[in-house]
């Protein structure tokens, strides 16, 4: 059974870091390319960063560049999300998936797997 967890979440400061980590079982996630999302109460689901699965490429949506790094460590099998300078309108739940195309890009979208994810609150 494949799963997806997400974790690293919480409640942060205006400003403020967070690491979000992404573990699979069930798969190996060194053969997909992943996608992070961000879903908040209202609003539609938006992609925040993508890496491929040879890392060769990653994408930032454009709110995300210059503050967000996405990284990958397959022998943990293990996709990271570190996000810094946070901002009160980035509060949502951010997940994690697999996506197509394997080469991400600016329309990459899940694909068959997800977790549940992890709420990410700015606030001071």
């Known amino acids: 059974q494949v799963q997806f967890v997400e974790s690293g979440g919480g409640l942060v400061q205006p400003g403020g870091s967070l690491r979000l980590s992404c573990a699979a079982s069930?798969?190996?996630?060194?053969?997909?390319?992943i996608g992070w999302f961000r879903q908040a109460p209202g609003k539609e689901r938006e992609g925040v960063s993508c890496v491929s699965p040879n890392y060769h490429n990653t994408y930032y949506a454009d709110f995300a560049k210059g503050r967000f790094t996405i990284s990958r460590d397959n022998a943990k099998n293990t996709v990271y999300l570190e996000m810094n300078s946070l901002k009160p309108e980035e509060t949502a739940v951010y997940y994690c998936?697999?996506?197509?195309?394997?080469?991400?890009?600016?329309?990459?979208?899940?694909?068959?797997?997800w977790g549940q994810g992890t709420q990410v609150t700015v606030s001071s």
């Open positions: 998936a697999t996506v197509n195309p394997p080469w991400c890009g600016d329309s990459y979208y899940p694909d068959n797997y």
């Open positions: 069930g798969l190996s996630l060194g053969t997909y390319a």
